[in-house]
């Protein structure tokens, strides 16, 4: 649950729909959101087979939609999986700008890895954000993740920040799944 003044929020994770993909996709021409978000220039076409190429295989993406209160805001995901060196990335756009700054991408992502790490065997969960995207960066040390390495690419500096599947289970008070991989 978030919070909206004193008003709860509810908000789920679920399997992304197809007819979602055109939404999405509008939305990431945003120019706000470019600023902030690291979106490829695509066509909805391509957006499309990429959204169909992930259904098909999510070995190494795993995506879902968030929703606040039955309404679709945005999508949270995680790319680059590898279970052989037991770690994956994390990316999350609510498109929806009604929706920040009231926890719901906070919560969002704690529901979210809560299902990753259950789901595959990580050890850990990276993310990269713009140093200027205070907000993002808030969200994630909100869940645990801390920096592990701050760099300049192209003049813009990005944070790379990390969370380990002990610490955020630790954190959340989770037990921990049988079989889940962690080396802890
Ligand atoms: C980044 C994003 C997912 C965060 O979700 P959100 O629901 O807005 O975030 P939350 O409300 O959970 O947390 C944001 C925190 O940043 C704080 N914050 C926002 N602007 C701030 C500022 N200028 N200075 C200090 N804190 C700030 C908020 O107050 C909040 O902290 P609080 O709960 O302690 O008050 C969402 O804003 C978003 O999708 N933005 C556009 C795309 C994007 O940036 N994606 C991430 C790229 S890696």
Redo the contacts with the bound molecule.
């Keep these: 649950m ?1 919070r909206l003044k004193n008003t709860v929020l509810n908000i789920e994770l679920k399997p992304k729909k197809r007819k979602d993909v055109k939404i999405f996709w509008e939305h990431s021409r945003d120019p ?2 470019k600023e ?2 690291p979106f490829e220039d695509i066509s909805l076409d391509e957006a499309y087979d990429i959204f169909d190429r992930h259904l098909s295989d999510e070995s190494s993406y795993f995506e879902r939609s968030i929703y606040v209160n039955g309404g679709y805001v ?1 999508d ?1 995901w995680c790319y680059s999986i590898d279970e052989k060196n037991r770690e994956g990335y ?6 929806d ?1 009604n ?11 704690k529901q979210f890895l809560k299902i990753v790490f259950k789901k595959y065997h990580l050890d850990s969960i990276k ?4 140093q200027s ?8 040390e ?1 869940v645990g993740f801390k920096i592990s390495k701050t760099f300049k690419k192209d003049g813009v500096t990005s944070h790379l920040l990390s969370i380990r599947k002990s610490d955020f289970l630790l954190l959340f008070n989770e037990e921990r799944s049988s079989g889940s991989g962690s080396s802890i």
């Design positions: 978030g706000q959101l902030l978000f945005g949270i994390l990316s999350i756009v609510i498109f700008k929706y920040w700054d009231k926890g719901v991408g906070t919560e969002a992502t993310a990269y954000t713009y995207n205070i907000r993002s960066l808030k969200c994630c909100k």
